[in-house]
């Protein structure tokens, strides 16, 4: 207690609040533990015995070629992967110390506590705005109204919507542009107050601004979610994420600071890769 009141008193007025994001940060508490985990199609291996640490609250970018697994990992990780049919994963997966390919897990529990945007924004296409955001909560069984419009409209002011579509909720989540149908899909997700967050190239249909505005969300939601970016652009990579894993052919070829892995990567494929030398 003293000690926490004498580290209140030496932080300058209004930086509080950073400093407790840092200090947080410095713990770097682990989320998700990814230990030996392999994707298969069938008989083809296209994940290959991925081992990497996810830090709490922090953002993670999944860099590398098209078809070397990023999409696979990353449905490996909310068990998405196993409704491909002819799809299954191995190896461990361990959400806050618990694997989440447990024979006692509810995997529909993991996709609530992991939650999923798409590379093309999916809005279910005859619903509402509001409804689209309402849905996974109604699903669960919540029926309390204000409760429910509650949630809608912070889950659309944490996706940075609410303004855009306030006085519009019962217009169809259709008749929003793809930007704003990104950013809905982002609420709808956010509804379910997931802790952690998986984005599969969330921006690569969107124009300029829409993507900076996909950014500046990543960038705040980060403070309170733990969240996985799948994206092609390194410039992206570069500007939201603190980690970056590169892959290559289902291996994870190198995980580290996305600043290392930027300025100074210890791999030649992950050099060649990032200077735009294939891929
Ligand atoms: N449904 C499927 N059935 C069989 N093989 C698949 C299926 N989906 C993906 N694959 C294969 O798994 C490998 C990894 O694909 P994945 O979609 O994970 O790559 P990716 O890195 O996300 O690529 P991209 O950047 O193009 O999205 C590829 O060889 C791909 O052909
Ligand atoms: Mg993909």
Known sequence: MEESMETKEAVPEGDSETRKTSIEKSAEKIKVRIENVNGWYGSKRAIKDVNLDIKEKSVTAFIGPSGCGKTTLLRCLNRM?????????????????????????????????????FQKPNPFPTMSIFDNVAAGLRLNGMRNKTIIREIVEESLKNAALWEEVKNQLEQPGMSLSGGQQQRLCIARALAMQPEVLLMD?????????GSSKIEELVRILK??????????????????????????????????????IFMKPEKELTERYISGKFG
């Open 223 to 260: 403070d309170s979610v733990t969240i996985i970016i799948v994206t092609h652009n390194m410039q992206q990579a570069a500007r939201v994420s603190d980690f970056t894993a590169f892959m290559y052919l289902g291996d994870l070829i190198e995980y580290g600071l996305t600043n290392q």
């Open 201 to 209: 190239e969330p921006t690569s249909s969107l124009d300029p601004i």
């Open 81 to 117: 992967h196993e409704m491909t049919p002819g799809a299954h994963a191995d190896g461990r997966v361990v959400l806050d110390g618990i694997d989440i390919y447990d024979k006692s897990i509810d995997p529909v529990v993991i996709r609530r506590r992991i939650g999923m945007v």
